[in-house]
């Protein structure tokens, strides 16, 4: 049932511009979020991701198979959940109970970034100025309303800096060996097609990202 990646250190360090099938990313095997929660919905859209690593940052790049496409979400930490939307929910060492971050990203680049011990408690925003030391690329406008109806493949592709994480939580940072807890969710909870994907399966009936005890497991190399 938990799912575990196994994360390659970079070769050379991505440049940020969503090339799914760029030679600096031909080092990572892609994972893929095609479990559901609730009932199986109409639309599952095909969503993968990647990641890498290096001294600095993590290397994360996500890319879906999409038909139905929604971005309405105006600035940072609004939520975007509502919108086509990819999830990435982890805890920097191997012990959920010290909390997890989340980061929720739509397919214009709108990102939500918070840590917390469960969902609403203790809950900390990742401030702007931490967050500025992030790079996002992002294939789609900031804002797609209404919502298009047409085959679209869109990527989002960011580095997270290890440097502040520390502010907000415990880190192992990583190297050979190190392992963290993780998973990857794709939705689009306010489209005509809605659905709620993931890499590890979690098994509850009701849709709930925040559920930390179904983790994967990301082990460094």
């Known amino acids: 049932m938990y799912k575990t990646y196994e994360v390659r250190k970079a070769l050379l360090k991505p440049e940020i511009k969503g090339l799914w099938d760029g030679s600096v990313w031909k080092n990572a095997a892609p994972l893929r979020i095609n479990n559901y929660m609730a009932a199986e919905p109409e639309h599952k859209p095909d969503t993968q991701a990647k990641l890498l690593y290096d001294e600095d940052f993590l290397y994360v790049i996500f890319k879906v198979e999409d038909n139905?496409?929604?971005?309405?979400?105006e600035k940072y930490q609004d939520s975007v959940c509502q919108d086509s939307c990819v999830e990435f929910f982890f805890t920097p060492c191997q012990d959920i109970k010290t909390g997890y971050f989340n980061i929720e990203i739509n397919c214009g680049g709108t990102t939500l970034f918070r840590h917390q011990l469960s969902q609403g408690v203790s809950e900390n925003?990742?401030?702007e100025e931490d967050f500025s030391e992030m790079q996002i690329s992002h294939s789609e406008d900031k804002i797609i309303i209404p919502q298009r109806n047409t085959p679209t493949t869109w990527t989002v592709e960011y580095k997270?800096?290890?440097?502040?994480?520390?502010?907000?939580?415990?880190?192992?940072?990583?190297?050979?060996?190190v392992k963290w807890r993780a998973n990857f969710y794709k939705c689009a909870e306010a489209t005509s097609k809605p659905h709620w994907l993931t890499w590890s399966v979690?098994?509850?009936p009701k849709p709930d990202f925040h559920l930390p005890e179904f983790f994967g497991t990301l082990?460094?190399?």
């Open 219 to 221: 082990e460094f190399l």
């Open 125 to 127: 925003k990742v401030t």
């Open 68 to 73: 139905y496409i929604l971005a309405t979400a």
């Open 202 to 204: 979690v098994d509850k």
């Open 160 to 177: 997270l800096p290890f440097n502040f994480l520390s502010k907000y939580a415990r880190i192992d940072k990583p190297k050979a060996g």
